[in-house]
C-alpha cells in the first residue's frame, strides 16, 4: 500500500502531552529497539502471521513501553513510517496504539490530543469499512480497538462536563474541537461495523449449521481477513456498553441480540470481552428488572473469575447463586449484605454505596453549554441512574413486608392481612397489584416473565398463594462432587512423596 500523510490540517505528526514537551520529548527520535520492533511487527502483518502478532501486540509493544516510554509518549508515526514503506493502514494501527499509550499513561490528555485520536478512528475504520484489508489481527488487538473506542468517548464525555477547574485555552480547545467524539458518531461507526460485517446474519447462518465463526475463533483459514467480521461482532459488545452510559439499557440488550450467551462463543475467547459482555449484559438486566436473568450471568461471570470454570462448565447448576459465589460474597460482604436484607436507612446506604461503586461511569452525551458560570456536570448522569435505582429498591423494601406474611400462609384473608399490616383494605389491594407488577418483567423475547420465588391470586376476598418449589436435580450434584473428587486425584498423583 502506498505512502499517505496523517490527515491533519496543518500536516503536522500528533503534538506531545504537555509534561512530555517539559521533559524534552524529541517525537523524531526512534530507539534501535522501536525500529526493529516496528519492522518486524509490519513484516509479520504483512505475512498474517497472527501468532507473532499477537506475541508482538501482547508482550513486546508491552516490555518496550514500560521500559522506553513509562512516562513518555512512543514516537511520531511520521518518524517510524520508513521502517514499514510508509504504509497507510500499518500506521494507522500504530497511531491507535500511540493514542492508546497516551491515554493509559501521560494524562490529563488535552482536547486538542483527544480529537486527533478520534480523528484517527475515524480513518481507521473507514478503511475498514470502505477499503481493501487485507490482513489477519489477533482477536485480542481487535477486542482492545473496539474497548478503547468506548472508553475514549466515555473519557471525553467526563473530561468536558468538567468545566469549573478549565482554564481559556482548554476552554478554547474544547470549542474548536466540538465535533470530536460525537455521540452519533461513535454509534454510526460501531453500527457501520455491525452491518457492513453482516455478523448477525453469520452468526444466524452458523445456528444452521451453514458457517463457521466461532469454531475458528473468528479467522479466516482460507486466506481472508477477520477483521472485519470480528470488528463486527466486538461492535455489538460495543454497542451493549455504550447505551448502558447512556442508561438506554432496553436498546443495548437489543444489539447483542444477535450473540448467544448461553454458548461459548468469540467473545469468551478474550478475558477482558468476556467479563465486559457479562457485566453490561447482568447490569442492564438488573436495570430492567430482569432479576432471575442477571442474578444468573452475573453468577456464571463470578464462577469464571472464581477460577471454578473447568467443572461448573461440565456440570449445570440448579441453584440461582452457586455455594462458591455465596461463599465468596459472604466472606467479603458480609456486613453489607446483612444491612441489604433489613428495611432501614442503614440498608438504603448500604445500596447506595455498592451501586455507585459497582455500576458503570454514566455519561451525559450532548456537549457542554461554554457560557458563565461554569460547573460540573460530568455526575449528573450517574446521580440520575442512583435515584432510579434507590427508588426502585425503596418499592422493592416496602414489598417486604407482604413478602414475609404472604410465605407464611397458603391462605390468608385481605382483611385479616390488612390488619396485620396495619393498613386499610384498599391500600393492601393497590400494594398488591405492585408486588405482582414489580415481580414481573418483560424479557428479551417480549414475553412476560416472574422473577418471584412464589405467586399469589385473590378469589373472593381470599389470598391464595402458590409456592414454586424447583425440581431437586440429584445427578448435578453427584456430577460436581464426582468433578471435584477427580481434580482432588489429579492434585494428588502430581505430589511426589520422599
Given amino acids: 500500500m502506498a505512502a499517505?500523510?496523517?490527515?491533519?490540517?496543518?500536516?503536522?505528526?500528533?503534538?506531545?502531552?504537555?509534561?512530555?514537551?517539559?521533559?524534552?520529548?524529541?517525537?523524531?527520535?526512534?530507539?534501535?529497539?522501536v525500529k526493529t520492533f516496528v519492522v518486524h511487527l509490519y513484516r509479520h502483518i504483512r505475512d498474517k502471521n497472527v501468532y507473532e502478532i499477537h506475541?508482538?501486540?501482547?508482550?513486546?509493544?508491552?516490555?518496550?513501553?514500560?521500559?522506553?516510554?513509562?512516562?513518555?509518549?512512543?514516537p511520531s508515526a511520521e518518524a517510524v513510517a520508513p521502517y514499514c514503506d510508509g504504509d497507510h493502514v500499518f500506521l494507522l494501527l500504530y497511531r491507535?496504539?500511540?493514542?492508546?499509550?497516551?491515554?493509559?499513561?501521560?494524562?490529563?490528555?488535552?482536547a486538542a490530543h483527544r480529537a486527533e485520536s478520534w480523528t484517527n478512528y475515524c480513518d481507521l475504520f473507514s478503511v475498514v469499512l470502505h477499503g481493501v484489508v487485507n490482513m489477519q489481527l489477533p482477536n485480542q488487538w481487535l477486542w482492545d480497538m473496539v474497548d478503547e473506542f468506548v472508553y475514549q468517548f466515555q473519557s471525553f464525555c467526563q473530561y468536558r462536563a468538567k468545566l469549573k477547574t478549565k482554564t481559556e485555552d482548554e476552554l478554547n480547545q474544547l470549542k474548536q474541537f466540538d465535533k470530536a467524539w460525537n455521540v452519533y458518531g461513535v454509534l454510526n461507526y460501531l453500527q457501520a461495523?455491525?452491518?457492513?460485517?453482516?455478523?448477525?446474519?453469520?452468526?444466524?447462518?452458523?445456528?444452521?449449521?451453514?458457517?463457521?465463526?466461532?469454531?475458528?475463533?473468528?479467522?479466516?483459514?482460507?486466506?481472508?481477513?477477520?477483521?472485519?467480521?470480528?470488528?463486527?461482532?466486538y461492535s455489538m459488545i460495543g454497542l451493549l456498553r455504550i447505551h448502558c452510559l447512556l442508561g438506554d439499557y432496553h436498546t443495548g440488550l437489543k444489539c447483542l441480540a444477535p450473540i448467544d450467551l448461553n454458548q461459548q462463543g468469540v467473545y469468551t475467547i478474550v478475558i477482558?470481552?468476556?467479563?465486559?459482555?457479562?457485566?453490561?449484559?447482568?447490569?442492564?438486566?438488573l436495570m430492567m428488572r430482569r432479576y432471575v436473568e442477571a442474578t444468573r450471568e452475573f453468577n456464571k461471570i463470578l464462577l469464571y473469575i472464581l477460577k471454578y470454570k473447568q467443572y461448573h462448565q461440565k456440570s449445570p447448576s440448579n441453584k440461582l447463586v452457586d455455594e462458591n459465589v455465596s461463599t465468596q460474597l459472604k466472606e467479603k460482604y458480609n456486613d453489607k449484605m446483612t444491612k441489604m436484607q433489613?428495611?432501614?436507612?442503614?440498608?438504603?446506604?448500604?445500596?447506595?454505596?455498592?451501586?455507585?461503586?459497582?455500576?458503570?461511569?454514566?455519561?451525559?452525551?450532548?456537549?457542554?453549554?461554554?457560557?458563565?458560570p461554569l460547573t460540573n456536570y460530568n455526575q449528573d448522569a450517574y446521580r440520575l441512574q442512583l435515584k432510579l435505582f434507590l427508588y426502585e429498591v425503596k418499592q422493592q423494601q416496602l414489598l417486604s413486608g407482604i413478602r414475609s406474611y404472604l410465605k407464611l400462609y397458603s391462605t390468608i384473608t385481605i382483611s385479616k392481612l390488612a390488619q396485620y399490616m396495619e393498613m386499610d383494605?384498599?391500600?393492601?389491594?393497590?400494594?398488591?397489584?405492585?408486588?405482582k407488577h414489580k415481580m414481573h418483567a418483560v424479557d428479551s423475547d417480549g414475553k412476560i416473565v416472574s422473577s418471584a420465588d412464589f405467586d399469589f391470586y385473590i378469589v373472593e376476598d381470599v389470598i391464595h398463594v402458590v409456592e414454586s418449589k424447583p425440581t431437586k436435580r440429584h445427578g448435578d450434584y453427584l456430577l460436581r462432587q464426582i468433578l471435584k473428587f477427580e481434580e482432588m486425584i489429579g492434585e494428588l498423583e502430581k505430589v511426589q512423596l520422599d
Fill in 272 to 285: 477482558g470481552s468476556h467479563i465486559s459482555t457479562i457485566y453490561h449484559y447482568g447490569f442492564a438486566n
Fill in 425 to 435: 383494605e384498599a391500600t393492601l389491594r393497590s400494594i398488591l397489584m405492585t408486588y
Fill in 55 to 74: 506475541q508482538m501486540y501482547e508482550g513486546g509493544f508491552q516490555r518496550l513501553s514500560d521500559r522506553l516510554f513509562r512516562d513518555a509518549p512512543w
Fill in 193 to 233: 461495523l455491525v452491518e457492513k460485517s453482516m455478523i448477525a446474519q453469520i452468526l444466524e447462518r452458523e445456528k444452521e449449521g451453514l458457517e463457521q465463526f466461532t469454531a475458528t475463533d473468528g479467522y479466516d483459514y482460507e486466506g481472508g481477513s477477520n477483521v472485519l467480521k470480528v470488528l463486527g461482532y
Fill in 96 to 110: 491507535e496504539l500511540w493514542y492508546r499509550h497516551a491515554h493509559a499513561r501521560l494524562s490529563p490528555l488535552t
Fill in 4 to 33: 499517505a500523510p496523517y490527515d491533519r490540517e496543518d500536516g503536522l505528526p500528533p503534538s506531545a502531552p504537555p509534561h512530555a514537551a517539559a521533559d524534552a520529548y524529541d517525537p523524531n527520535y526512534v530507539p534501535d529497539s
Fill in 342 to 372: 433489613r428495611y432501614d436507612d442503614e440498608a438504603y446506604a448500604a445500596y447506595d454505596e455498592l451501586f455507585s461503586y459497582a455500576c458503570p461511569k454514566f455519561i451525559t452525551p450532548s456537549p457542554p453549554v461554554l457560557d458563565q
